[in-house]
């Protein structure tokens, strides 16, 4: 099983190339000219598109191509306050140029709207900023002229004290998207709500696929092991198979992180334990091609790095790994 790692918007290791620079609405609100003001938060997506080509850049230079977008790239672009303004045609073309290099390099980008996008929702206003969010960040992959394997990662929601009934007010809320926005969407267990099991009973009524986050199954299950649920889980990836318009297959994907303490361990340390992790994919790695890692652990690439050198000691003590690059690996099954 050929593995490759990835992380999420921010590197600890490239200076100054935040691509999540912001203005509050308070500040906003204190500019004497709002049309000043709304160049100034064009001026900073502009800057932060440019530092995500840079961290692009940086991957490259690392061997790795799987990379999470920021949601922050145009600050305040969802603002309630803001609505008559539309910044996508202006930055159109540092959108090109950023899909355009991840094309060139077949990486492979996703967004992970904010915790506040929640379809199981009973709220009608939240649902309608919900969904204004998600079509925010597909319109923003539609402009990098990225195709459907260019994903936005969601969880299930709460349950508003029935389970049962926002799971099912999700699927009704989930099958009433917009096409064009439904096929970005995967879903992803919680640590806290709705289970790896759970999750996935809703992804396969969706169709949509299950990112399974193997440290939130560790807190939250009902008794199954993450590999007992693979098969099925695998099977939600099967419309981005091999016939996908003649275009190279696009893997399954996980999210991995290690518990920050034992008193806190729903919290993310700063780097992933091996140990875990490695257990799981030498047990799928049988019936599995191929597969994308998400690092979510503190310190950004320096945790893939690291776990990338553990990998390689892993290697020579004759574990079930062969490291191919700077950010993949190949892993035997047991």
Partial sequence: MIVRFGFVAMSTQLENASPSRTMTMASFAKLDDREAGL???ERLAEENLHNTLRLLKHCRYMDVKVYRLT?????????EALTDWSPY???????????????????RLSFHPDHFTVLSTPREEVLANSIKDLAHHVRQLELMGL???ALCN??????????????????????????????????????????????????EEAGAPMVLDIH???????????????PRIRQTWRRFGPELAGEASLPPKIHVSSPKSASDPRG????????????????????????????????????????????????KAGGPVKVLNGGSAEIVGG
């Fill in 39 to 41: 160049r100034r938060l």
């Fill in 71 to 79: 949601s922050k790239l145009i600050p305040l672009a969802t603002h």
């Fill in 89 to 107: 045609e202006k930055l159109a073309p540092a959108f090109a140029e950023v899909g355009n290099f991840a094309k060139e390099h077949g990486m």
């Fill in 147 to 149: 195709d459907e394997r």
């Fill in 154 to 203: 969601i969880h299930v929601g709460g349950s508003y004290g029935d389970k049962a009934t926002a799971g099912r007010r999700f699927l009704a809320n989930f099958g009433a998207l917009p096409e064009r926005i439904r096929e970005r969407i995967t879903l992803e267990n919680d640590d806290k709500t709705f289970n790896s099991a759970e999750t996935l009973a809703i992804s």
């Fill in 216 to 230: 939130h199954h560790e807190v939250n299950n009902s008794g199954e092991t993450p590999e007992s649920l693979w």
């Fill in 268 to 315: 993310h340390a700063d780097y992933v334990e091996l140990g875990p992790l490695l257990s799981f994919l030498t047990a799928i790695a049988g019936e599995t091609p191929a597969l994308d890692v998400m690092i979510e652990a503190k310190k950004k690439d320096g945790a893939l790095v690291k776990l990338m050198d553990d990998l390689r000691e892993a290697e």
